[in-house]
């Protein structure tokens, strides 16, 4: 069972953490793996995606009785004229259930706040993409590196 949870401004140790870990960030390779997030870039980021987030922005950590295992958020991103969602769980925590569960909060949380539609574009080879389909995304288009998936909520 998974706990939304609104991090801190101190949590955010756990985000570094996760961005941090090859394992973790192998779904990110064709973009360049791993994201440093040192701790001076933390306060910005925070009230970013936490304080001012004009609700235009969700972001929660997923919890479970040991602790965080991931991630949730979604953006509105003027590329697309949509929001775009991301779900990370950390690397040893996945194949438990967390992702789908993950992303059913996310889902209920976007059309909570009248998000009406979420997208994801994915590596082509990330396994995520099953994943996001078994949740009722669907195929919108695809091009060689990557896959827009999208979800009516």
């Not at 009248?114 to 080879?125: G, P």
């Amino acid at each position: 069972m998974l706990e939304l949870v609104i991090p801190t401004l101190e949590d955010m140790w756990f985000r570094e953490k996760l961005m941090g870990d090859e394992e973790t960030m192998a779904y990110n390779r064709a973009w360049g793996g791993t994201i440093p997030f040192p701790k001076e870039r933390w306060q910005a980021w925070y009230k970013h995606w936490i304080v001012e987030h004009e609700n235009l922005r969700y972001y929660r950590y997923l919890k479970n009785e040991d602790g965080f295992v991931g991630e949730i958020a979604y953006h509105y991103d003027s590329e697309y004229d949509e929001y775009v969602a991301n779900v990370i769980i950390f690397s040893r925590y996945r194949g438990r259930g967390y992702g789908a569960e993950g992303l059913k909060m996310l889902c209920s949380a976007a059309k909570e706040n009248s998000i009406s539609v979420l997208y994801d574009d994915i590596a082509v080879d990330n396994p995520a993409i099953h994943m996001f389909l078994k949740q009722g995304f669907y195929e919108e288009y695809r091009t060689e590196e990557k896959i827009i998936l999208k979800k009516e909520l």
